[in-house]
């Protein structure tokens, strides 16, 4: 990490600036982060009144626990469903809006704002609408025959926040990915078309491979999304169920510390997801070295 | 001849199917909140007979002077006004914050030479990796420990770490020439001096791209107020409509001012995101990459 080649010669100012980030990264960031560590080493009542080195033994409890096993799958299933369908849908968006011409931009304009709506916002838009009693979208199924309750079949609770969370997500995917069509050179395009390569074939052959540092990005983008920001949407929703068809791994960490009150179990718990977040943020920063190069 | 459509083939077909499936995806991103915004428009008794179609009704009007305290308070239902508030204030805090605090720290990073900087450095990359969902109880410890529940600092302080807007900053610092920082020396310019009267006004382009997107994330924010905000006064409008919800769902038929507190949550930030839609495309595409 380089300084400018002209720099001030002050000696204590740099540490007096610096201050106030790394007194918020000590106290709020690093001292948790620590506690948890170290916490997940510990089997503690639930009183807190005393407190037993158990060394990995939350950790093996974890790798033993058909919840926690269960928590992994949901996890997965539903970042990969939300992942997906957001991606496919912001792709498919934004190679149409290259397709508008003039009116780009405004449908960008009318694309783009469900970003800025906070995620346990739009759950509950969803949930409104795909409601047992109230729900439009509700009716609608029923009338095609299939009987719609988020609240008692697991199933169709995963498919809601899905679909809340994908929802919130495609604008984002859109942004980039429009971005990403835009800085494909024109002439490679054009003389695909001249020897005669039809739109499908241009895509398949030029523009998605061309587009593929965009998709690794995007996809280590969603799929970080998905596990950590979309702990809203659950807790507005379906907290979780029913049974245990939408706990995620966030979810289940909250649950269990803050409600089940097991500190030992949630800080193994965090730490698993401690771990899952540095393998996302290497990937995401190795892309970004990647693209300088190109 | 058309901007970019150069010697591509102009293919009517599939320009159209290009506008049919964006009008499509309009229509998709808008229809919660349009049903939404109806339902907010409807009496309560209405949910009960499931009359509320797709038109809106006769009492928007009255529904949102209710929520926002005029007229008859609606039972069960807390006043949106202070809700909005608190929002209001933590969005605003978490992003001056940030940048304030990210300025500091990347101007120490590019601009001085001093032992330790690198490591300064990686301390503050680590926070990318330290969201608060993973840090949840510890950091709820902390803050209880602090006496900050229930206090806007207990909300802010401990979401304004940034790498990001750090190293937003350093890229942007490194880009600007040295000859200016010579000039300023040669005039007797200290540092501060510097960053006040140069740093700061090149930066601005990029400190308000980040205030957009810093603001709609401190407004969305939802885990971390749950847990700090205990008592209903400092609650903010966007953890608040899970209980009202839930409210609607099992006692008073409130469906209407449910959808009116969520129309009222996703306004502010969907206003902003408009009305700064050049920076906001800017500042993402830029901080993200």
Do not use: C
Request: glycine share 8%.
């Amino acid at each position: 990490m380089q300084a400018k080649r002209v720099t001030f010669p002050n000696k204590v100012l740099p540490y007096l600036l610096l201050a106030p980030q790394l007194a918020v990264t000590a106290v709020f960031f690093l001292w948790p982060a620590g506690e948890a560590l170290l916490g997940a080493l510990y089997a503690e009542d639930a009183f807190g009144l005393s407190r037993q080195f158990v060394g990995l033994e939350n950790f093996a409890a974890l790798a033993r626990d058909p919840a926690y096993l269960e928590a992994v799958g949901v996890t997965f299933l539903f970042s990969g469903a939300v992942a997906g369908l957001s991606l496919a849908l912001g792709l498919l968006l934004a190679l149409a809006a290259e397709k508008a011409g003039r009116l780009a931009g405004l449908y960008r304009t009318l694309l783009i704002w469900p970003y800025a709506v906070a995620p346990a916002v739009a759950a509950i838009l969803f949930w409104f609408m795909f409601d047992p009693n109230v729900g439009v979208a509700a009716r609608a199924l029923r009338g095609l025959g299939v009987t719609w309750n988020h609240f008692l079949d697991g199933r169709q609770a995963l498919l809601l926040v899905v679909l809340a969370a994908a929802w919130k997500q495609v604008s984002y995917n859109l942004l980039f990915f429009y971005a990403g069509l835009r800085a494909i050179p024109r002439p490679l395009i054009e003389a695909a078309a001249l020897d005669g390569a039809g739109p499908v074939r241009r895509f398949t052959a030029i523009v998605f491979p061309l587009l593929a540092p965009t998709t690794v990005f995007l996809v280590v983008v969603n799929v970080t999304y998905a596990f950590f920001d979309t702990f809203g949407i659950i807790h507005a929703t379906t907290g979780g169920g029913p049974g245990r068809a939408t706990t995620t791994l966030v979810y289940k960490v909250f649950k269990d510390g803050f409600e089940g009150l097991d500190l030992g179990s949630s800080s193994a718990q965090s730490v698993v997801l401690l771990a899952i977040v540095a393998a996302l943020t290497v990937l995401q920063f190795r892309h970004i070295e990647r693209k300088v190069q190109y | 001849m058309a901007r970019r459509d150069g010697m591509v083939e102009r293919d009517g077909a599939l320009t159209l199917a290009a506008h049919g499936v964006l009008i499509l995806g309009v229509a998709v991103m808008v229809l919660p909140v349009y049903l939404a915004f109806v339902a907010s428009t409807h009496p309560g008794a209405d949910f009960l007979g499931g009359r509320i179609g797709v038109l809106p009704g006769p009492d928007g009007p009255a529904n949102y002077a209710a929520l926002v305290g005029l007229g008859a308070p609606p039972p069960g239902v807390p006043p949106i006004g202070p809700m909005l508030w608190n929002s209001f204030v933590m969005a605003l805090g978490i992003a001056v914050g940030k940048i304030a605090i990210s300025l500091l720290s990347a101007f120490a990073v590019s601009y001085f030479r001093f032992p330790f900087r690198v490591t300064a450095f990686w301390l503050i990359f680590i926070t990318l990796m330290l969201p608060v969902e993973v840090r949840i109880l510890p950091t709820y410890k902390v803050v209880a420990d602090l006496a900050l529940l229930n206090t806007p600092g207990g909300l802010i302080l401990p979401l304004i770490a940034s790498a990001t807007a750090t190293f937003l900053f350093r890229q942007v610092f490194m880009t600007i020439p040295d000859e200016m920082t010579e000039a300023a020396r040669m005039d007797g310019a200290g540092p501060m001096r510097f960053f006040w009267h140069i740093l700061l006004p090149l930066s601005r382009t990029n400190i308000a791209a980040l205030f957009v997107i810093l603001f709609i994330y401190g407004w969305n924010q939802y885990l971390w107020p749950l847990m700090v905000t205990t008592e209903a006064s400092h609650a903010t409008i966007v953890t608040s409509i899970q209980r009202l919800a839930a409210t609607a769902n099992q006692e008073a038929p409130v469906w209407h001012l449910v959808m009116g507190t969520a129309i009222l949550a996703l306004l502010p930030p969907v206003a902003v995101i408009l009305a700064m839609q050049r920076l906001f495309v800017d500042g993402l595409t830029e901080t993200e990459k």
